[in-house]
């Protein structure tokens, strides 16, 4: 992976391109741009055959120029970066921070792309991407720019770190409603990567976004708790919390269907329409109905309201 890091301190995972793949991409895309050059220059010589040779010669240059030059910033500023050839083969261009190029740099990587490409045979890239840490040539580095891979082979989302175990539950009565989704993601990309971070860089950053979260929460910091550890049990707490209400929601779905398949029978709710109801005696005329013994109602005693964090044992 890349050691680019951001101005936030976020490590971005971006993988380079080396100079084998970096030199198929530009074979396909200068194969595709030769052949394109093949049929305009038979075009351009049927439609400048009454011209003179000086002009015929011109008009062959500036297509040349045209097909080897500006087709290739087009490309690049219209595709953002992908060309057919790096798109055969997974590669992108992208600025130095990670997003995504512009006109100025495909200009600039263009440009210098003729003299260290076509003028002396690709020479001077290939030595400069062999000496370059990340694979640049020198119109990446004019540019500011870098080819990674978008095809990393592999690649999967890295889980969240288990809390302590003396932290289980703790922050069951904390209300994450008011955690913007922004500040959950940016926990979590902390939490799957606090072990690429300096250490003083990444204390900072769990200090930071543990007092983002208890202002957002509203409730006081829990004493003796270290950053890190607290942010593992508040995004453990609202994973829980999203699992529980998906099986809830999934279980209540289930029953409707249930209780939709069920029709009432006889004025009797909840018994299917095929199973027999065994007949109900008729009262005797001398019974007299009996009223119903009312039981008082009990108490209903309030809930505990939660209190926020508890002080450690």
């Known amino acids: 992976m890349s050691g680019l890091v951001t101005g936030d301190a976020v490590v971005l995972g971006l993988r380079p391109a080396r100079l084998p793949s970096r030199a198929m991409a530009f074979l396909l895309d200068l194969a595709v741009y030769f052949t394109g050059y093949v ?3 038979f075009g351009l010589a049927v439609a400048t055959a009454g011209l003179d040779l000086a002009a015929q010669a011109a008009v062959a240059v500036a297509g040349m120029l045209l097909l080897l030059v500006g087709v290739p910033i087009a490309v690049e500023t219209l595709s953002h970066g992908r060309s057919l050839g790096k798109l055969a083969c997974g590669l992108r261009v992208v600025r130095e921070d990670g997003g995504p190029i512009r006109f100025r740099h495909a200009l600039v990587r263009g440009s210098m792309g003729v003299v260290e490409l076509l003028m002396v045979f690709g020479t001077v ?3 400069a991407s062999l000496v370059s840490e990340r694979g640049r040539r020198l119109g990446d580095v004019f540019a500011g720019t870098l080819v990674v891979r978008e095809r990393v082979p592999g690649a999967r989302v890295l889980p969240v770190p288990a809390p302590p175990p003396w932290l289980a539950g703790r922050f069951a009565g904390l209300d994450l409603s008011a955690v913007p ?3 959950w993601l940016a926990i979590r990309q902390y939490l799957t990567r606090m072990d690429q971070l ?4 990444g204390a900072v950053m769990a200090a930071r976004l543990a007092d983002d979260v208890v202002a957002r929460t509203g409730a006081p910091a829990p004493a003796g708790v270290p950053a890190p550890a607290f942010l593992m049990a508040v995004v453990h707490e609202r994973q829980s919390r999203d699992a529980a209400r998906a099986f809830a929601a999934a279980g209540g779905a289930s029953g409707q269907g249930q209780g939709q398949g069920a029709v009432a029978y006889g004025g009797i709710p909840g018994v299917p329409a095929t199973a027999p109801v065994a007949p109900v005696a008729a009262p005797l005329p001398s019974a ?3 009223a119903p013994v009312q039981q008082p109602a009990a108490p209903v005693e309030p809930a505990p309201r939660a209190t926020g964090f508890a002080p450690p044992a």
């Open 198 to 201: 300096d250490p003083h860089t």
């Open 39 to 41: 049929l305009v220059f």
């Open 125 to 127: 890239a290939c030595i």
């Open 288 to 290: 007299r109905p009996v």
């Open 181 to 183: 989704d922004g500040l």
